[in-house]
């Protein structure tokens, strides 16, 4: 296709260019820049790139063959964009080049993967456009492209601001859900051992004391079985609220499976402890859970352990607290059967 007259066979303006060059026009010219130009534009773009990269192992993981030919294919695709916008389609979701730019989120410095990296990695695309359009348009069209260039950067940073925040409040989110136990509540069983490990280590490296409560629910199986599942939950979540107004803020309560629960205190001796266990009790028995139109009475075993005389390793002390609560079930039913007889 032979260039306007207007132009040198370098794509400047000749002296005496119009001052006005028709839309179609101009479409056509930027078609052709991106076109002619799409090796320069890539390298210039990856150039960019390698140079954010600051370390070895990143560099030798850079997919650069890959790269180019996903770069060129994608200003192929803007160019026949810019000479015609029903072409759009292509690149929104399920569309050709939609699909093919998966991989420039895969490239870039340290964190690739993030949002961040991912963003400037587009911007580094989109400037390797507008630079070679600023060395080939028209003077005054090259101001305007130097002003939209300042105008995307700017709002690119106030992107990378806003994700980041969206990012950060996901992943909170996440953190949460994966901590939480849904019925409840309560810190779940993963939680409970992660801080159950962290005090075992501040122990030994601190000599901070603390103990283990561990609570079963006595006969939550008979609750289900004869007044259902939902009057089961109820009950569940009624130990839960006495639990919370009987503990310190620090007290890390959690409900480590079924019917059982257990609730961390950090510097805690036995005493403390067996009182705090003793109020969950007696305040459990003097209420009543309403299930319909009926109202039972809810009853609960405890277990204690304490660190460092029950043990220095997590395993030990989950095995004390299970056995000093099986030896409260044990009492609880001889008492049981001394009073039927």
Known sequence: ????AFFDPGGKPRSGAPLEEPESQLHARAQRLLRRHELDISKRWL????IG???LSTLEDFPTQESIHTSVELLQGLAELVGDESRLPDFQPRGRYYKRAAILGLVGGEGAATLASVSRTMLAFENSILE??????RSDYRELVGLVRRLRLGLHNLMLAANAACWSRTNDELDHLAHTDVLTGLNN?????????RHVQMFKRYHHPFSLMMLDLDGLKWINDTLGHRAGDDALRHLTTLLKVSIRD????????????FVLM???TRRPVEVVGARITDSLSKTKLKVDHSLITLEVSVGNAFCPEDGLQAEELLREADASLY????QKGRETRETQN
Do not use: S
């Open 1 to 4: 296709m032979t260039e306007p």
């Open 47 to 50: 150039n960019e790139l390698i």
């Open 53 to 55: 990269i600051d370390d």
């Open 132 to 137: 070679q359009w600023q060395l080939y348009l």
């Open 189 to 197: 069983r993963r939680f409970f051992i992660q801080e159950l490990e």
């Open 250 to 261: 620090v007290d890390i309560a959690c409900r480590y499976g079924g019917d059982e629960f």
């Open 266 to 268: 950090p510097d805690t």
């Open 327 to 330: 030896r409260c079930k044990q």
